[in-house]
């Protein structure tokens, strides 16, 4: 009885004394990543909303191991060209969601395209650049239909003047980009011009469907708001 006994004491203890090892192993190798560190992409001055990086502004920024979260940029051309969706500070690493968000530039897969008047039944009076919108095709000669099942981004809207419709003295965009829903309204209420043009980022193939259907005049283009824009929640009317 007392060798089983004296048996059982010793398994114990060196099962306490591996794990005790083990533990001693973990923390050693965490004090290591503690101590290594990554580099990172930073502002080199403070950047305001709105504002589209370049590579002069950008620069590079030790952070430790440990403190390094998803996101977190580790390439300047992630960040040369995107516009900034909120403030960032000198020296703050330069997270994915701040930038890209409100872009007006087509990414890699579309391109800007212009839709001809005749192409459009009505637009969505409160649409302005930046904001997400539903396609739909609408006419006697068709069956009314939403065209793609994602948004697309509206790249600018424009008067017959080829003025960018938005109000001088608040800027829609910057509101957007500052999260101010309340500018943001303000602006699109005291809009300085009816929508002649909109501008669409669309890839190829959004363009050639939309231009195959319509192009013979027997079905037209419905430009509606989307839930998905940063002001959501509100109704518009539709003028051409």
Wanted: net charge neutral; glycine share 8%; proline share 5%.
């Amino acid at each position: 009885m007392n060798r089983k006994r004296n048996l059982a004491v010793s398994l114990t203890a060196a099962a306490l004394a591996a794990a005790l090892v083990y533990g001693v192993y973990e923390l050693q190798l965490r004090q290591i990543d503690l101590q290594e560190t990554v580099r990172v992409v930073v502002p080199v001055r403070f950047i305001p909303a709105g504002e589209r990086l370049t590579e002069k502004e950008l620069g590079w920024k030790a952070i430790a191991k440990a403190s390094f979260e998803p996101g977190m940029l580790r390439s300047m051309d992630q960040a040369a060209g995107m516009e900034t969706a909120i403030p960032i500070g000198e020296g703050e690493p330069i997270l994915d969601w701040k930038l890209d968000r409100f872009r007006l530039l087509p990414n890699r897969d579309e391109l800007t395209f212009q839709i001809p008047k005749a192409y459009v039944l009505s637009v969505s009076s409160g649409i302005r650049a930046g904001d997400r919108v539903m396609l739909y095709v609408s006419g006697e000669g068709a069956v009314s239909e939403r065209l793609f099942d994602a948004p697309v981004t509206v790249a600018s809207v424009k008067t017959s003047a080829n003025l960018e419709i938005d109000d001088p003295q608040n800027s829609n965009l910057l509101s957007m980009a500052s999260g101010n829903r309340e500018r943001m309204y303000a602006s699109r209420r005291d809009a300085n011009g009816t929508i002649d043009v909109v501008n669409l980022n669309l890839t190829e193939e959004q363009w050639l469907r939309i231009d195959g259907l319509v192009k013979d005049g027997k079905a037209k283009l419905v430009v509606a708001f989307s839930p998905e824009s940063p002001l959501s929640g509100r109704t518009g009317g539709n003028g051409s």
